[in-house]
């Protein structure tokens, strides 16, 4: 376990919050790849990200790509979606607000033949935003001597999912997928001791390829299970860094755009499992769990640890028709609840998420066109001399358009 130090609070609190590229603005956003974001297509951000086993004909399933099958034929989706965040860091002594709103995702799917179908989506996977100023951190522990640190970062990485999904039966489904993970992370950094500043920075680029295997097995026509398996994968690092140091007798280059090999950053075996049921074909209820295994990764950062992560999602949705004629009969509505354990471990301690969500899903049209409106409200995190805790706000939108192609006219 590496060593952490109460002054990682003021990660949040020293900062003036000036970015608003960035979707997760936390001061956890600085291990790592940074925060990692999990997009939620459709109504998925209303049932607790829940989705797994949902063999959805109504929206792009990214949860599972073997859900893909069920795009009924000759249809084409497309979705596009933002969320909006409004978060709040606290300490025992001070609070800070920030609000966002960004791109969330966008991808198009349709079948290609019968049995099987394509989906293409760009989607941000991490995303890094923090800001240190003027922190005073002593030289060595229990002496006199300081040194300042100011510290800018950003960036952040792009997924780029392809998946093809296959029905085997009436009853199996599976599908193939590659994560095409691209992008990079920068970091301003200057110390200043007495006269003397020494000013770093550093621009670090990654990229890699994940391979996913999803499977979803109808068991009866109102009950489905499905598995996600997340092959382990190396994210590929180099880095191109500049050093300055400026003191009384003048400036002075020591790095100039200098390129250099870093350690590259490992993700884990992922396994996520799902079970959905419907009831009277109005109610549905949906489970996931899932893990991932960070402790084979056998990496940490700085001033934390990556440590077995676990995931818990609830998600209960009720629509009274699929075809009524009375518009209000076709609105589906939605409610779940999320934990996530984290992966991340500092002093000791997990770095926890847990929310509620709430939603609906209003048509657009007869097919399967609609605006999706879902909202969480939940925390990360905790007080401690080490940590913060973060309280959000969210409002995730969706639009998903639905499309007949590659059908002839027919003249009367």
């Keep these: 376990m590496k060593k952490s130090y109460p002054f990682l609070v003021l990660v949040f609190f020293s900062s003036c919050w000036s970015y608003s590229q960035s979707i997760a603005t936390s001061p956890y956003s600085l291990y790592g790849l940074g925060s ?35 795009i009924p034929a000759n249809n084409f989706f497309f979705e596009i979606g933002g969320t909006g965040i409004q978060s709040s860091f606290e300490d025992n002594v001070r609070k800070e607000n920030r609000n966002n709103f960004q791109f969330s995702h966008m991808a198009f799917a349709f079948p290609i033949t019968a049995r099987s179908a394509f989906n293409l ?48 039966n009436n009853k199996l489904s599976l599908a193939l997928s590659a994560s095409v993970l691209f992008g990079n992370t920068t970091d301003e950094r200057t110390y200043s001791i007495s ?27 109102s009950l489905t299970f499905g598995l996600n398996v997340k092959s382990p994968t190396r994210i590929n690092a180099n880095k191109v860094q500049s050093v300055t140091v400026e003191n009384g007798s003048g400036s002075s280059f020591l790095e100039t755009d200098k390129k250099s090999d870093i350690d590259d950053f490992y993700l ?40 077995d992560q676990e995931k818990f999602s609830f998600g209960l949705s009720y629509q009274k028709a699929k075809t009524a004629r009375n518009y209000f009969n076709r609105i589906k509505y939605a409610m779940g609840a999320h934990y996530d354990t984290g992966y991340l471990e500092i002093d000791n301690k997990k770095i926890d998420d847990k929310n509620l969500s709430v939603g609906v899903s209003l048509p657009l049209d007869h097919l399967s066109s609609s ?37 002839r006219k027919k003249l009367e």
């Design 36 to 70: 990692l974001y999990e997009s939620n297509f459709g109504l998925t951000a209303a049932l607790g990200t829940a989705g797994i086993a949902l063999p959805s004909e109504e929206f792009i399933n990214n949860k599972n790509a073997a859900s893909l099958v069920n």
């Design 121 to 168: 989506s760009l989607m941000p996977y991490s995303s890094s935003s923090f800001k240190i100023s003027g922190l005073k951190i002593p030289i060595i522990d229990g002496n006199n001597e300081y040194y300042y640190l100011n510290v800018i970062g950003t960036g952040g990485l792009n997924n780029l999912d392809l998946s093809y999904a296959y029905r085997l």
């Design 195 to 221: 006269s003397s500043t020494t000013s770093i920075d550093k621009k670090v680029n990654y990229s890699g390829i994940r391979p996913i295997l999803s499977s979803q097995y109808k068991m009866t026509s």
């Design 268 to 307: 884990p075996l992922d396994i996520g499992v799902g079970i959905s049921k419907s009831f009277k074909n109005k109610f549905n209820v949906t489970l996931d769990y899932e893990k991932s295994y960070w402790d084979s990764t056998n990496q940490s950062d700085m001033y934390a640890s990556f440590s």
């Design 371 to 407: 605006l999706y409106i879902s909202y969480t409200y939940g925390s990360k995190g905790q007080i401690t001399n080490s940590l913060i805790q973060e309280n959000y706000h969210k409002l995730t939108l969706n639009l998903n358009l639905d499309g007949i192609w590659f059908v």
